[in-house]
């Protein structure tokens, strides 16, 4: 098993919201600018009120959008060059935290519903920026590290070791 799948499997038991998506880890090559991403098919359709249109006849048409359950998260793969392991599985995790919250807030979806840009919703609100930290620090009692109190400096520290190895 590749390490990012098992560290994937680490931070997926403090997402048990997700137990019905089928995810996939990788390392892949990505622009400096990202320690990672997600990747997810939402589908438009066509959908219809069904019983409004045998009972009155009226055809209630609307276009829908709906996630797939299939997820993919690469993870750049500079970051492999992170030493020793533990650091870089400190890192790692935090990049995979970051994709899992993308994909509990289905913001592919958001993102293919958001025709304009002015519409377009930020991501990375503070409210979604401490609820990895929350989940971060679930995951660190798992592995008897001791809790960080501050999110900022967790990004902080997590930007510093990775932009070594960005380039
Ligand atoms: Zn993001």
Redesign the pocket.
Same mark, same amino acid.
Do not use: A, D, L, S
């Given at each position: 098993m590749s390490e990012v799948i098992e560290w994937l499997f680490e931070c997926r038991k403090v997402f048990p919201k997700l137990d019905k998506f089928a995810i996939e880890g990788t390392y892949a090559s990505l622009s400096y600018k990202l320690l990672g991403r997600?990747k997810g098919t939402a589908v438009s359709f066509t959908d219809i009120d069904a019983a409004r249109l045998l009972l009155e006849g009226i055809a209630d048409k609307k276009r829908s959008i709906k996630s797939e359950n299939k997820f993919q998260i690469e993870v750049n793969q500079n970051l492999q060059k992170i030493e020793p392991p533990e650091l870089r599985k400190q890192v790692v995790q935090h990049v995979l935290l @970051?994709?899992l919250m @993308?994909i509990d807030y289905q913001d592919h979806v958001v993102s293919a519903k958001s025709y304009s840009r002015r519409k377009r919703k930020k991501? @990375?609100t503070k409210e979604f920026e401490e609820k990895i930290h929350e989940k971060y620090n679930q995951i660190r009692k798992t592995q008897g590290l001791p809790e960080i109190p501050d999110a900022e400096n967790v990004h902080l520290a997590v930007n510093k070791i990775a932009s070594k190895f960005l380039k």
């Open positions: 997600m @970051h994709e @993308h991501f @990375h």
